[in-house]
C-alpha cells in the first residue's frame, strides 16, 4: 500500500519541479490513488508542459507493473523526463527491465536535483555526483527541504497504517480522511496528530481511548498570551505569542521554538521562528543532536550561551552554524522549556547580530518563566486537546462506510 505522498513545488536551477514522495509497497489501489493525485497535483497538459517530475520511491521496497504503466502515461504527456528515486535494488532492476521511455533513474535526492541544474534536461544523461563532487548550495538547500516534507509525509504514512490495521479499514485513503477530519475538527496540525496517533498507547477499548481522560481548563500561568488575543487550544496563536514575547523580553534580533517529537526519537522540530531565513529554517527543521544550540540545551537541561558562534569549537565547521553565521547571527542563547514535574518538552533560542553575552539578569529571569509557561501549555495541549482528538477519532471512526 501507499503510506504516504507529498506534492512540492520547487525550483531547480530555470527548472520549476514538482516532487512526490512516495513509501511502504504498492498495490494496485495505491497506484490508482497515485494517478489520481498527479492528475490533480501535477496541473492540465498544459501546465505540465515543461515542467520536470520527481518521484521520490527511496522507500518503496516493490513496486507492481500497474506503476510502469502509470509513469509511461505521465511521461507522454509532458515535454520532459520524469526523474524516479529508487534506493532498493528490486527497485532499480524492475524499473530498468521496464524500459520505460523518457524516464531517468537516480540513487538519491541530491543527484536528481544535480541533474536537474544541467542547460539541457532533455539531452543531459543520468550522470550520478562524482565522489567528493557537492551539489550547489541551492540545491542543497532544496533537498534539506524537500527531505523534511518527506519525513513529515512519512509519520503521517505510519499513522494511516496503524489506523488501518487497528479499526479494520478497506483502503489506505480511508484512514488519511479521518486523520484529516479530526485534524480540522481540532485545528491540530496533521504531522502532530499522526505524531500522537504513533506514540500513544492502543486504546483501552472500543470506546475510550484512555482512561478517566477529562478535558482539563487551560493553565492560568500563560501570561504570554495576554494581549494576543490568542487561544489556549489554538496551537499556532500560542506559538507565535511566545516567539513574539520572547524577541520583546530578549531584545532579540530573532528567535525560534523547538518542540520535542516523541514519534521521531525525541528529535526538536522547528516549531515557529522570528527573523530566520529559509536557508537557516531548512536546516534547523530537525536537530536530532548537537552541536546545534538548541540539542546541547535538551541535552543539558539548562541554558546555553553561545557569545560568538564564529569563535564556537564546533557550530562554525557544522551546516547549523555556518547556517546561522550566513543569517547573520552572532550570538545566540537557549533554554530549555522544563514543566513543573521535570519533563523537557523543547527549547527556546534568541538571536543577536552582534557577537558578545547581552542578557541582563532581569531578562533571563523573564525568559526562564515565559520557558515554563510555554512548557506548561504544552504539557496540558497534549494532556487535553490530542487527547481530546484521540478520543474523537476513536469514536468516529465507525461512523464511515466500510469501518468496523
Not at 522547528?270 to 530537525?286: C, I, K, P, T
Not at 543532536?289 to 569549537?313: F, K, N, S, W, Y
Request: a positive charge; aromatic letters at 4%.
Amino acid at each position: 500500500m501507499m503510506v504516504n505522498d507529498k506534492h512540492s513545488p520547487v525550483t531547480s536551477g530555470v527548472h520549476q519541479v514538482s516532487v512526490m514522495s512516495l513509501s511502504g509497497p504498492l498495490d494496485a489501489d495505491s497506484c490508482a490513488q497515485l494517478m489520481r493525485k498527479l492528475r490533480k497535483g501535477h496541473g492540465s497538459r498544459t501546465e505540465r508542459r515543461g515542467q520536470p517530475l520527481i518521484l521520490d520511491m527511496a522507500d518503496v521496497p516493490l513496486i507492481p507493473p500497474s506503476l510502469h504503466r502509470i509513469l509511461q502515461r505521465v511521461i507522454e504527456q509532458t515535454d520532459t523526463p520524469v526523474l524516479v528515486i529508487a534506493a532498493p535494488p528490486r527497485v532499480r532492476r524492475a524499473l530498468e527491465r521496464s524500459e520505460i521511455t523518457g524516464m531517468r533513474q537516480y540513487r538519491t535526492l541530491a543527484e536528481a536535483l544535480a541533474a536537474l541544474s544541467a542547460p539541457d534536461l532533455n539531452s543531459q544523461t543520468a550522470a550520478p555526483l562524482a565522489p567528493g563532487q557537492e551539489e550547489p548550495e541551492v540545491l542543497r538547500e532544496q533537498m534539506l527541504h524537500i527531505q523534511t516534507k518527506a519525513t513529515i509525509s512519512g509519520m503521517i504514512g505510519v499513522a494511516q497504517g496503524i489506523l488501518l490495521t487497528r479499526y479494520g479499514l478497506p483502503r489506505p485513503s480511508i484512514a488519511h480522511e479521518i486523520l484529516e477530519e479530526t485534524s480540522q475538527y481540532f485545528n491540530v496540525p496533521l504531522r502532530v496528530l499522526a505524531s500522537a496517533v504513533i506514540t500513544a498507547p492502543p486504546p483501552r477499548n472500543t470506546d475510550q481511548w484512555f482512561f478517566g481522560h477529562t478535558t482539563r481548563p487551560a493553565p492560568p500561568t500563560a501570561a504570554f498570551l495576554r494581549g494576543h488575543r490568542a487561544k489556549p487550544s489554538h496551537r499556532r496563536q500560542v506559538l507565535t505569542a511566545a516567539i513574539s514575547k520572547a524577541v520583546t523580553a530578549a531584545d532579540a534580533d530573532a528567535a525560534e521554538l523547538h518542540l520535542k517529537d516523541a514519534a521521531q526519537d525525541d528529535a526538536l522540530i522547528l516549531e515557529q521562528h522570528h527573523g530566520l531565513d529559509a536557508a537557516y529554517r531548512a536546516r534547523a527543521a530537525l536537530i536530532a543532536g548537537p552541536p546545534a544550540v538548541c540539542a546541547r540545551v535538551q541535552r543539558q537541561l539548562e541554558p546555553v550561551t553561545v557569545p560568538d558562534i564564529a569563535t564556537d569549537a564546533a557550530l562554525p565547521t557544522h551546516p547549523v552554524g555556518r547556517a546561522l553565521l550566513e543569517a547573520g547571527t552572532r550570538a545566540v542563547h537557549g533554554l530549555p522549556l522544563i514543566t513543573p514535574d521535570g519533563h523537557c518538552t523543547g527549547t527556546l533560542t534568541v538571536h543577536r547580530c552582534q557577537p558578545g553575552t547581552w542578557l541582563s539578569g532581569f531578562q533571563q529571569h523573564t525568559l526562564g518563566v515565559l520557558a515554563t509557561e510555554i512548557a506548561s501549555w504544552n504539557s496540558w495541549y497534549h494532556r487535553t486537546i490530542i487527547r481530546d482528538a484521540l478520543e474523537y477519532l476513536h469514536r468516529h471512526r465507525t461512523h464511515r462506510p466500510g469501518t468496523r
